[in-house]
């Protein structure tokens, strides 16, 4: 299996949503702690979350991405890696 992956800028003035992925160290372990980060129901997450066997993805504009990362390093989570995956 190939998986392409897009470069993402924070940078950008993308207004569109796009799914993000963040992949999660000891996913299996730590899976209920980070659905209650992501998707209380009062939180700007709630909703736009998927969550697999080794991540999560997120459904949000690229400009969250630093937002979103860094609530999840302060949660005390192992973020492996975070990109959008190419989809033609």
């Known amino acids: 299996m190939v998986q392409l992956i897009r470069q993402v800028n924070t940078e950008a003035d993308r207004e569109e949503y796009v799914t993000i992925f963040f992949q999660i160290g000891q996913m299996g372990q730590v899976r209920n702690d980070l659905m209650e980060v992501l ?27 630093p937002q979103v990362l860094a609530l999840l390093v302060r949660s005390g989570f192992q973020v492996y890696s975070v990109y959008e995956v190419y989809e033609p």
């Open 39 to 65: 998707n209380h129901r009062d939180g700007p997450y709630y909703g736009r979350a998927l969550y697999t066997y080794n991540g999560v993805n997120l459904y949000l504009q690229v400009r969250e991405i």
